[in-house]
């Protein structure tokens, strides 16, 4: 190493997840977090488990609930939103990841709204344990070329690499790509 290379600290390259596993837990948070896996009871007595995320806006949660219900119709299956799952956590993303661990499925139905599912999307493709069980469901319009950000647009690139990418416009439709999901 020259003298001008500057040594990465290593607090930098300590990665989220050991950051996050280093975290001190207090008495309260760790009650909610047994909580919270006790309402996820249905996740362990089915063979399959839907995490369903995407937009809780007002119309797109519609959509989203419809999501939720189409997969809740297959025997032995259960899909739920992070919603579904009560607490007020001080980390979402250590909510996102401890329920990530355990399901089956990840599904993210993407909408061009600004509330979207943004940083779990990131999550998906940053990961490579999430990004083996992920499926995007992604809302097309017709009248827009990009309606998506660069960003997400290399993350749906990613998912259709991989035929995990199925996309919609009409309603109809999305309870079509859904049941196209395993």
């Given at each position: 190493?020259?003298?001008?290379?500057?040594?990465?600290?290593?607090?930098?390259?300590?990665?989220a997840k050991d950051?996050?596993?280093?975290?001190?837990?207090?008495?309260?948070?760790?009650?909610?977090?047994?909580?919270?896996?006790?309402?996820?009871?249905?996740?362990?007595?089915?063979?399959?488990?839907?995490?369903?995320?995407?937009?809780?806006?007002?119309?797109?949660?519609?959509?989203?609930?419809?999501?939720?219900?189409?997969?809740?119709?297959?025997?032995?299956?259960?899909?739920f939103r992070m919603?579904?799952?009560?607490?007020?956590?001080?980390?979402?993303?250590?909510?996102?990841?401890?329920?990530?661990?355990?399901?089956?499925?990840?599904?993210?139905?993407?909408?061009?709204?600004?509330?979207?599912?943004?940083?779990?999307?990131?999550?998906?493709?940053?990961?490579?344990?999430?990004?083996?069980?992920?499926?995007?469901?992604?809302?097309?319009?017709?009248?827009?070329?990009?309606?998506?950000?660069?960003?997400?647009?290399?993350?749906?690139?990613?998912?259709?690499?991989?035929?995990?990418?199925?996309?919609?416009?009409?309603?109809?439709?999305?309870?079509?790509?859904?049941?196209?999901?395993?």
């Amino acid at each position: 190493m020259t003298n001008e290379e500057i040594p990465v600290p290593e607090e930098i390259l300590t990665s989220a997840k050991d950051q996050l596993d280093e975290e001190e837990i207090s008495l309260a948070d760790n009650e909610e977090i047994l909580h919270a896996l006790s309402e996820l009871t249905p996740v362990y007595e089915n063979d399959r488990s839907y995490f369903v995320l995407g937009n809780y806006d007002r119309e797109p949660i519609r959509r989203l609930n419809l999501v939720v219900d189409r997969l809740n119709r297959r025997q032995d299956a259960y899909a739920f939103r992070m919603v579904d799952i009560r607490g007020e956590w001080d980390n979402s993303i250590q909510k996102f990841c401890l329920i990530g661990d355990i399901v089956t499925y990840l599904v993210g139905v993407a909408e061009k709204e600004p509330s979207d599912f943004l940083v779990e999307q990131g999550l998906l493709v940053g990961t490579t344990e999430y990004f083996a069980k992920s499926h995007v469901l992604k809302r097309d319009y017709e009248d827009e070329d990009h309606p998506f950000g660069w960003m997400q647009d290399g993350v749906f690139e990613l998912f259709g690499q991989e035929d995990r990418l199925y996309r919609w416009q009409t309603e109809e439709e999305l309870v079509d790509v859904t049941e196209d999901l395993p």
